[in-house]
């Protein structure tokens, strides 16, 4: 074997040229084809990191009303006839294989401000939140501190704020121990958080925009026992899941809005909790993408098989050139499998050369479109093996046919056209 693997290189080096041109089929083929698989999961990784995020793998269990998400502004937009999430509720959720942790929260949009001595800050969100909301959106303390098993007992007006809303509100000054009056009531700000696991979402288009948007002006939190505090009603609440795996997300959404639509039956509008499939998302969006490529790489595929009947001429020409070589060497007692084993050998190594040229070339021009067109690529090692596995093939597959005619000729026949 490593005789014939010799054999071959030393006649692919005597024919640079003619070598180099019979691969040219093949190093477009898999250049193309290597190009089109890492645009592809370049594409598909940017669509799962705009819409999913990286390393959250948090799906929102939402109340929603005809498909829409509710947004509660006041006493007027509470649906009817949701109960609060109870702790057993909470508990069966906690108990899906593919939930790591579950939170329940209250959630308002506020329009009209709170205020800080005279800084006002006005359109931004508040979270009435449990002991696990930090830990499953995977939120830190900056400076002060987390809520305590008092500040839910006691009915404490605390208040945690993230950090846009401190740099909104206070302006770069400590907001620690400062007062903020929210809907006239005073709450005690004891610590600013941030979000480990936050990412820059890539935002395309309006759709994109409303998948991750999130209010500019900050955050706030306070324990959900001082809801009614603000806001003089217990309230409906939302949910917030941590799947154990991303790929785990779609199930673990659909389990917990099943558990928690079997606590109610008689809530008005056809009100319903609906998790958010962003996966599902994803993957439509990759089924579609990948509908259109796989046609060129079909396209591409094409060119193999051009190289391919390029390879099957250029042995056939070397063949009918080293006619008397063949004679000599059966005349001296090699057999046809020695015979029909150089040849293939020089096929197979003819090609996976030119399959490790087209992975190269591949490589570039993913670079190369990248840089231009700013399509996002990422290169793919199996499908890169892959390439020079099936170019190999081709060599034996189109090799073969050459092969053969070398292995039947007659050594008297072939030595007499010396």
Do not use: C
């Amino acid at each position: 074997m490593l005789e014939n693997v010799r054999l071959a290189f030393q006649g692919i080096w005597s024919h640079k040229m003619r070598s180099f041109l019979t691969m040219l089929g093949i190093i477009i083929g898999i250049a193309a084809i290597i190009s089109i698989v890492s645009t592809i999961q370049g594409t598909n990784n940017a669509l799962r990191d705009r819409l999913v995020g990286s390393g959250n793998n948090t799906v929102k269990v939402n109340l929603s009303s005809g498909g829409m998400d509710i947004t509660i502004y006041d006493s007027s937009s509470i649906p009817e006839g949701v109960p609060m999430v109870s702790e057993e509720t909470l508990a069966k959720i906690q108990s899906l294989s593919n939930v790591s942790s579950v939170t329940a929260y209250n959630t308002r949009f506020v329009s009209d401000g709170v205020f800080y001595k005279s800084s006002s800050l006005t359109e931004f969100n508040i979270h009435g939140i449990d002991a696990n909301f930090f830990k499953t959106l995977d939120y830190r303390v900056k400076s002060g501190r987390t809520f305590l098993r008092d500040d839910y007992t006691n009915f404490r007006k605390v208040l945690i704020i993230d950090q846009t809303a401190s740099a909104n509100l206070f302006r770069g000054e400590n907001p620690i121990g400062q007062t903020v009056d929210i809907n006239k009531q005073p709450f005690t700000v004891v610590g600013v958080v941030y979000q480990v696991s936050s990412y820059t979402p890539n935002i395309q288009n309006l759709d994109d925009y409303y998948t991750n948007s999130d209010n500019s002006n900050g955050l706030f939190f306070v324990p959900k026992a001082s809801w009614p505090i603000i806001f003089n009603y217990d309230e409906p609440e939302n949910v917030i899941i941590k799947a154990s795996s991303t790929d785990d997300m779609t199930n673990a959404g659909t389990a917990t809005a099943s558990i928690l639509n079997s606590t109610f039956s008689n809530a008005s509008d056809n009100v319903v909790y609906q998790a958010q499939d962003l996966l599902g998302i994803v993957k439509q969006q990759q089924e579609l993408s990948n509908t259109t490529n796989m046609q060129l790489i079909w396209i591409a595929g094409i060119s193999l098989l051009v190289g391919g009947i390029g390879v099957m001429n250029i042995m056939l020409v070397s063949v009918t050139e080293r006619t008397s070589e063949i004679g000599l060497k059966k005349a001296i007692g090699a057999r046809k499998g020695v015979i029909l084993g150089q040849f293939l050998t020089e096929a197979a190594v003819l090609t996976s050369m030119g399959g490790l040229l087209g992975v190269g070339a591949g490589i570039a021009m993913s670079q190369l479109i990248h840089r231009f067109s700013g399509i996002p690529v990422a290169i793919n090692i199996p499908a890169a093996v892959v390439a020079v596995l099936f170019s190999m093939a081709i060599g034996i597959v189109f090799g073969l046919l050459p092969s053969v005619k070398a292995s039947n000729l007659d050594p008297i026949e072939a030595l007499r056209r010396e």
